[in-house]
């Protein structure tokens, strides 16, 4: 048994985004004819010249119909892909192993959802009555769990914490603020997020992501062929999926204050990528903020921060954009919004931006360039606390000496 | 060894509503006091389940062979809502459960029945009543929501039936058609013209059979929703005011159909070897049952408080008031509160409640016998070990548990908003995520201790998705628990 993964034999060529929010005049259709078009140019390519495709949608098509039927794909190998929040990501990690094995030359994996058609403000998951003894928490509120857990264990007080949430939030909508794309491009005041009426335990509205419909894509080949493409490929360094047993929710052992599948997928990626210090190594992180204090467990879990210190970190700037570790410089789920099968892709696209320095001045990181770091990691997680699936991938602008 | 009453338990449930919010809405006198109200998540079926959990609880308590199940509100028609309750209870398929629905007076059948039945074999009778009438109405204002349970068995009676009698008669005093809410009354006097002689006929031959006098009577219970015909028989029957039961009417109200066990329950908990007892109901003429206690009531009084089991007067003075009228109403249908802008939850699956019936009504999870570790919901494989089918069921429902972590869901569907969430780590192993109920969102933090409790949580397409949820329970010493939890007494006897 082994994790032995790819390091530097796929590289990204090209990548495309919509922008994310409340796109009423945008059809499922739409967002794929979007994302899949501006990803094809940027790698200077056709869809044609693409062999094989992996569409990521949780609930908003089914089958490679979604796909070929509005871009007229001619006969092309589709795969439609789920693994709830982390579905974007997973379809990119299948595109790579394709071109990795050479069962193809290039592979493109388009992430995507329509969430906003649904007439509700959040998520409303898909039909799991079975005997009726599921409880029906909300995602918010299962989340939410963290919070009392966390403070309890660390010492933290209530009130402390909710201030440490509610930085969470101010940074990324200070980071959504300057992009372009995002769902919510305007800072928020720390006052007005933390006075925000409350969804679930201690979380206001502005503790949650945005409910937005969008897509992104990514082509990818092997790494001797990148050059064909473009003069600044990215390369995959490490490519980790875990889909844990469900331990947490039935094992009094486990706390709430982490998420398991997180520290193995990490440990995995890490392992893969050559990373031994990640909060050193690492220009960005694109993690998944599905919540604020899933931002703040999941610095511990990734590694960027010891036990019990995430809340102090947070406190102290490390992973605003221009701290220590830039965490969420595109402004995060909370900001950029969360169309769950386009997030793992939109992540991977900031950093295509960031790492070959092509973001907008405004919002370009310094730890990359003289900052001497070029790798980037982009996180997603599934599920909930106790029961989730998670991904993490490793890449970077260089290729390994 | 006498054939009779072997245990009892009375449920009440947590929320009362102050008379005077009813009147302060309308503008109106209302009168005082308060009365139960059955929570939004409770209906006559889970309101029997817990009465009749806490008469199994006691210590020595036989298994039922036979379970009857009466309520004017039934939660189905057709499909058999005892069967619910012996699921719940986790009574062998032996067992047989059924129902004595749809007027006040099949509870007294049931009590009846089950005496008679409990002279061959532990029968167990369980009556339930959620009253709601009309809005501003002296029903909604004096009746109460409630449930008792009787375990008759061939021996150990504490109370055996020395004599009963019945004096029917047909005269439209109350009466509703199915599908409404609340009942319609003849004008009040005539409801005491017609009750008075029946009851009166009733004592008598009751005494009579028994070879008793009214002097002889120590404790005399008066039921009955017309509380006028009551309030009479209890002046008129020749028995001193010290032996009639206590009303906790003004706290309570009138538990209609199991008003009369009410009273009994009460009256066992108080009495002494040795004392002569008469139940006696009106409805659509009247019924008395003549009781007597036995040496066995003392010991089976300690089991009881040793249970943990609560008193109807312990009962009665607990509760929670502060129930706004506007929620009462919105329980009962009143008034259609917005709900959460979710979408409707469906209905569960005929199959999947099938297959799961251990662990949806009897919260049975599964303990892996090589290596002890207890899944809920039960599962084939171990997460400890992965030891697979190696599985015990094990019934936690009786289980007390701790408050690992918790939310509060202002978000979810909930036909009472906000949903409070916890996982809850269950004493001797095994942790579940689900629903608080009966629970002040404010007054739960990690380490508060909980028990289960039967409930329904929607009703979607006619089906009642009945689970457990779990509510708080206070453990201070010299705290009797309101709610209190059955000990694991039934269970060590069927091991």
Same mark, same amino acid.
């Given at each position: ?63 490679? *119909? ?70 029906? *928490? ?95 490929? *990215? ?119 960031? *790492? ?46 | ?109 049931? $009590? ?17 009543? $959620? ?159 003549? $009781? ?204």
């Amino acid at each position: 048994m082994a994790s032995r993964g790819i390091r530097d034999r796929v590289a990204i060529v090209g990548m495309g985004c919509t922008p994310f929010g409340e796109l009423w005049d945008k059809s499922v259709d739409d967002l794929l004819t979007d994302a899949t078009v501006e990803c094809v140019a940027s790698a200077g390519i056709s869809l044609d010249d693409v062999d094989a495709f992996w569409l990521g949608t949780m609930g908003s098509g089914l089958s490679g *119909l979604t796909l070929t039927k509005p871009m007229k794909l001619d006969y092309k190998p589709v795969t439609h892909v789920e693994n709830f929040c982390a579905t974007g990501s997973e379809a990119f990690r299948n595109a790579c192993y394709a071109v990795a094995s050479g069962a193809y030359d290039v592979a493109m994996a388009v992430g995507m959802e329509k969430l906003k058609d649904s007439g509700y403000s959040g998520l409303t998951g898909i039909r799991q009555v079975g005997d009726g003894t599921l409880a029906g *928490l909300s995602s918010p509120a299962v989340f939410s769990l963290l919070v009392p857990a966390y403070a309890h264990k660390y010492g933290v007080d209530p009130d402390e914490l909710k201030s440490v949430l509610t930085r969470i939030a101010w940074k990324n909508h200070r980071n959504g603020a300057v992009n372009p794309r995002a769902q919510f491009q305007k800072e928020v005041s720390m006052e007005k997020i933390a006075a925000s009426p409350l969804v679930a335990g201690q979380l206001g509205v502005f503790d949650c992501s945005g409910v937005s419909d969008g897509a992104a894509a990514v082509v990818v080949c092997r790494t001797e062929d990148a050059h064909r493409y473009t003069d600044t490929p *990215l390369y995959v360094k490490g490519l980790s999926f875990v889909a844990g047993p469900g331990a947490g929710i039935i094992d009094p052992e486990y706390d709430y204050t982490s998420f398991e599948e997180v520290v193995r997928s990490a440990a995995d990626a890490y392992q893969q990528a050559g990373i031994t210090d990640p909060r050193a190594q690492l220009a960005m992180a694109e993690v998944h903020d599905c919540f604020t204090p899933t931002e703040l467990v999941l610095m511990e879990d990734l590694g960027f921060a010891e036990r019990g210190t995430a809340w102090k970190e947070v406190l102290a700037g490390t992973f605003d954009r221009d701290g220590e570790l830039p965490v969420n410089p595109d402004g995060g789920l909370k900001s950029f919004g969360h169309p769950i099968g386009a997030s793992g892709l939109r992540m991977l696209f900031e950093c295509w931006l960031q *790492l070959r320095q092509q973001a907008p001045p405004e919002r370009q990181i310094a730890t990359v360039g003289e900052g001497g770091r070029t790798l980037g990691l982009t996180h997603n997680l599934g599920g909930g606390p106790g029961e989730c699936v998670s991904f993490v991938g490793v890449v970077g602008s260089e290729p390994t000496d | 060894m006498a054939a009779g009453i072997v245990s009892w338990g009375v449920y009440l449930p947590y929320w009362r509503l102050d008379r005077g919010a009813i009147g302060a809405a309308f503008g109106t006198s209302s009168g005082k006091g308060t009365r139960a109200v059955a929570s939004y998540d409770e209906d006559t079926t889970t309101l029997g389940v817990e009465a009749a959990r806490r008469a199994l609880a006691v210590a020595g308590a036989p298994v039922p062979a036979d379970l009857y199940f009466s309520t004017p509100a039934p939660a189905y028609l057709d499909k058999t809502n005892a069967t619910t309750i012996h699921a719940a209870l986790g009574l062998p398929p032996t067992a047989g459960a059924y129902d004595l629905c749809g007027s006040v007076r099949s509870g007294w059948a049931t $009590l009846n029945l089950s005496a008679l039945s409990g002279e061959q074999r532990p029968a167990m009778a369980v009556i339930a009543d $959620l009253r709601t009438g009309l809005a501003g109405g002296a029903e909604e204002s004096q009746a109460g929501d409630g449930a008792v349970a009787f375990v008759f068995a061939p021996e150990g009676g504490v109370a055996e039936v020395i004599g009963q009698a019945s004096a029917t008669d047909e005269f439209l005093e109350r009466w509703r058609v199915p599908g409404e809410t609340a009942s319609r009354q003849w004008e009040d006097r005539f409801g005491e013209e017609a009750y008075l002689p029946a009851a009166r006929a009733a004592f008598d031959d009751a005494l009579e059979e028994a070879g008793l006098e009214a002097g002889d009577v120590d404790h005399l219970v008066i039921a009955g929703l017309h509380s006028r015909a009551v309030g009479s028989l209890r002046k008129e029957l020749s028995v001193t005011a010290e032996r009639l039961a206590p009303d906790y009417g003004p706290r309570i109200g009138n538990l209609g159909a199991a008003q009369a066990g009410l009273g009994l329950a009460d009256v066992l908990e108080r009495a002494t070897p040795g004392q002569v007892v008469v139940v006696l109901e009106l409805a659509d003429g009247a019924d008395a049952m003549v $009781l007597r206690t036995t040496d066995d009531l003392v010991a089976v009084q300690e089991a009881r408080r040793q249970s943990g089991g609560p008193s109807v007067a312990e009962l009665a003075d607990g509760g929670r008031s502060d129930l706004p009228y506007a929620v009462f109403l919105t329980w009962r249908g009143h008034l259609r509160r917005e709900p959460p802008r979710r979408p409707d939850p469906e209905r569960p699956d005929a199959p999947a409640m099938l297959r799961n019936e251990g662990w949806k009504f009897g919260f049975s999870a599964s303990r892996c016998e090589a290596c002890g570790f207890v899944h809920l919901p039960p599962t084939r494989v171990c997460l400890s070990c992965r030891a697979v089918d190696k599985m015990t069921p094990l019934r936690l429902a009786d289980a007390r548990g701790t408050v690992a972590t918790f939310t509060v869901d202002r978000l979810a569907f909930s036909l009472s908003p906000p949903m409070v969430g916890a996982v809850i780590d269950f004493d001797g192993g095994g942790r579940y995520r689900g629903e608080m109920t009966d629970v002040d969102p404010a007054a739960v933090s990690i380490g508060t201790r909980v028990a289960m409790t039967f409930r329904r949580l929607y009703t979607a397409e006619g089906v009642h998705n009945y689970f457990w949820k779990a509510r708080p329970v206070s453990e201070g010493a010299g705290a009797p628990d309101e709610h209190a939890a059955p000990a694991d007494a039934r269970k060590k006897e069927r091991a």
